[in-house]
């Protein structure tokens, strides 16, 4: 898939779950690109105000053990909060970290980035399962680590998902060096302004200040 085919994917592709506020999570003092009423502005060139990354729930790692936001500090970490049946996942998301998977090898190579993905599911438990996760997988090729985000009966979204008030899937967060979330956006962004994003925060020296 070509990158203005995933820029093409838009939001009406998306699973929407039922936190609300989600937006509020990260705010919107950065460079704004294109819409802002659109959700969180996307800071492409500059620096912006983060809020601590909360660490995730994973009862399960398929491919490898992606660790967590303590254990990989010191990296820029990107999370693709995912259901398999979305069909945002498998046009936007999903195409868009395997690119920058590709484009950022060296950098993931000398632990300078982590590109991971969790299995958040808030609807459809009993098709989203493990078997059919690792299906999906295989399927697509994913080599990256993939969670599965915890489940507590009772409880209609998983723990990850409401650590971080996810809108629904997917959804993708940038937490930069120092565990502090820097971008969040349910739905589809400009990924040559999110790619040069990540450069940014990989070239970070010093931490951005709230």
């Known amino acids: 898939m ?3 085919k995933i820029a093409g994917a838009g939001d009406a592709l998306t699973r929407r779950g039922f936190v ?3 937006a509020a999570l990260v705010g919107t003092s950065s460079v704004t690109l294109g819409n802002a009423s659109s959700g969180p502005a996307l800071a492409a060139d500059g620096p912006a105000k983060g809020v601590k990354a909360p660490q995730w729930d994973i009862v399960q790692w398929l491919n490898s053990d992606g660790g967590n936001v303590d254990t990989l500090r ?4 990107v999370i693709d909060f995912f259901q398999l049946w979305c069909p945002g996942c498998n046009s936007f998301s999903g ?3 395997k690119h920058w998977q590709k484009v950022f090898a060296r950098e993931i190579s000398e632990e300078k980035l982590a590109l991971v993905k969790i299995h958040t599911v808030f609807e459809g438990h ?5 078997k059919k996760l690792r299906s999906y997988v295989k399927e697509k090729g994913i080599t990256m680590p993939v969670g599965i985000d915890r489940h507590v009966a009772g409880r209609h979204t998983p723990v990850t998902m409401s ?4 809108s629904g899937t997917p959804e993708m ?3 930069d060096k120092w565990g502090m979330i820097r971008f969040q956006k349910f739905g589809s962004f400009d990924p040559d302004a999110g ?7 990989i070239d970070e020296t010093s931490p951005t200040r709230t």
């Open 95 to 97: 195409p868009l970290l």
């Open 126 to 130: 009993s098709y989203q399962n493990e």
């Open 2 to 4: 070509t990158r203005s």
């Open 20 to 22: 609300s506020g989600a």
């Open 195 to 201: 790619q040069r994003f990540v450069k940014y925060l």
């Open 74 to 77: 010191g990296r820029v970490i």
């Open 163 to 166: 650590r971080y008030r996810t």
């Open 173 to 175: 967060s940038f937490i």
